[in-house]
């Protein structure tokens, strides 16, 4: 293989994964970042004893990161370390229910059975219905480009064409767990997955029952240091094998002669490439970086995933009764998700996650104290009056808190910090501040997102939550794997 130059715009997980792998196949790859830091979403902050993981909060499928390492013929416990959870989360219902979600199969099944009242075999059927669904598409919707001919031309592609009706693409993912579960705390339960990549389960397809089975099966995990050492880890690798880091460097143009990359220009200067690799949200990446071509207005135009709003509180109490992921359902999900995709607001007694590091890493917050990771689901920021819907949310959120913990949590909140839709476009350049880039709320979704390359311009290649295939850790580990296939493929 040639040795090429290869810029990659953006340091987010797809950049650096693309990155090492580039750098890995003997190729000179400099990473251009607008902001002082790597890992776009997924990074951390410090204030006043406590530390917060700022982006994604449940690690799981961590074979992807480690194949990063194998890739670059370097240990990965030099870098990393991580240890699985027993229990993945905990879940906390308005009529009193508490259910601890086991990683373990056979005792989430039980738990199930006995806190539902469903036969435990109908769970195991659940599970194992969600692992064949995801056994027949991952080497088709996952690992490959579905933008390439070769992809369907094998015998997964044929073997999951032949059984496409045992797939659920005509049916909601509520409608699907609905039939399969009379209990609607169950049903919810379920329905719960479709936020994995910022859909509503009133709207996405039922192969999405798919989800759970990455969690029961792969399980869930915590790295040491919490998941901001996720992108830290990969960004000393990167370092170590000789990629080349511009902080503080926001890339103005994508640099074309005759229909193929030439360069970017990069804080007023022009950067030879023989091939760019944008990690950049695809919108701005074509509004911005590529002026002069045509956009995919179609692909462009598609509604946006869900976006956060999250609070960070330094909490003056350990409570015992949680741990390190917890769920507080709301009293309608319907209502909550019409409103999130249909209203452009946010409902009044929203589910409301929790993530407290400081239960797995007690220097995250001083003796005695807690860090509060507090998110609820949010629209896409198109222009709402999101002070206001701060202030309203903060407040419906401590009514919630406060009466299902029995205990006047505001006058615990020793520290508060917030990141919401604005911030996070700003900050990540992720157009409408979205999380996941476009919805995935009609069965074709997946054949609508950005390829991971453009026909039209050669050398040209895209990565991250906005394009194929989606967001997510493990789905932007893996769409730097696609990019990093393709190239050496072309080359």
């Known amino acids: 293989m040639t040795q090429k130059s290869i810029a ?38 410090t204030e006043q004893g406590y530390r917060f993981d700022m982006g994604p909060s449940l690690f799981t499928m961590p ?33 009193g229910t508490r259910f601890s979600a086991y990683a373990d199969k056979n005792k989430f099944a039980t738990e199930a059975s006995r806190t539902f009242n469903v036969n435990k075999k109908a769970i195991i059927g659940y599970l194992n219905k969600s692992k064949r669904k995801y056994d027949l598409t991952a080497s088709l919707f996952l690992e490959k480009s579905l ?48 936020t994995y990549n910022g859909s509503s389960p009133y709207q996405t397809p039922g192969i999405m029952s798919m989800i759970p089975h990455l969690e029961q099966h792969y399980g869930t995990f915590f790295p040491k240091g919490g998941m901001h050492s996720i992108t830290m880890s990969l960004y000393q690798l990167a370092k170590d094998i000789g990629v080349v880091f511009n902080f503080d460097t926001k890339v103005e143009e994508i640099i074309t002669n005759k229909r193929q990359v030439t360069g970017i220009k990069a804080n ?66 319907r209502t909550e998700f019409d409103q999130i995709f249909n209203k452009n607001t946010v409902y009044d007694d929203p589910t409301v996650y929790i993530n407290i590091t400081s239960k797995e890493e007690p220097n995250d917050a001083p003796e005695g104290c807690e860090n509060w990771f507090v998110m609820i689901n949010v629209p896409s920021n198109k222009g709402q009056d999101w002070d206001e819907i701060i202030e309203y949310s903060r407040k ?13 949590l505001e006058s615990l909140i ?51 939550g906005s394009v194929h295939p989606g967001g997510g850790i493990p789905l932007c580990l893996l769409s730097g794997k696609i990019v990093a296939d393709l190239i050496q493929k072309n080359n």
């Open 8 to 45: 990659v715009i953006g340091a987010g997980l797809a950049g650096l994964a693309s990155a090492i792998r580039l750098r890995s196949q003997g190729h000179n790859v400099s990473v251009f970042e607008a902001n002082d830091y790597p890992g776009g979403k997924l990074t951390a902050f």
């Open 63 to 95: 074979h992807f990161v480690e194949d990063l390492f194998k890739v670059a013929n370097k240990s990965v416990k030099d870098y990393f370390e991580y240890h699985q959870k027993s229990i993945v989360c905990n879940y906390f219902y308005e009529d």
């Open 147 to 194: 933008h390439k001919l070769s992809t369907y031309l094998s015998t997964d592609t044929l073997n999951a064409i032949l059984k496409i009706n045992t797939l659920d693409l005509n049916t909601s993912l509520n409608e699907y767990n609905a039939n399969v579960f009379s209990d609607e705390r169950l049903v919810q339960f379920f329905n719960r997955f479709a």
């Open 268 to 333: 007023g200067a022009i950067v030879n490439a023989d091939i760019v690799v944008s990690n950049s949200d695809v919108v701005p990446t074509y509004r911005q970086l590529l002026k002069k071509h045509k956009a995919p207005e179609k692909v462009l135009q598609q509604p946006r995933s869900s976006s956060a709003l999250i609070f960070y509180w330094g909490i003056t109490k350990e409570f015992e009764e949680l741990d390190l992921h917890n769920i507080f359902f709301s009293k309608d999900y």
């Open 396 to 408: 419906n959120i401590l009514t919630k808190l406060t009466r299902l913990l029995d205990v006047n």
């Open 414 to 464: 020793a520290y508060e910090s917030i990141l919401e839709p604005r911030t996070i476009e700003s900050r990540t350049q992720s157009y409408q501040g979205a999380l996941y880039g476009a919805a995935s709320n009609n069965k074709f979704a997946a054949f609508l997102r950005h390829p991971n390359f453009k026909n039209s311009i050669k050398n040209l290649y895209f990565c991250g």
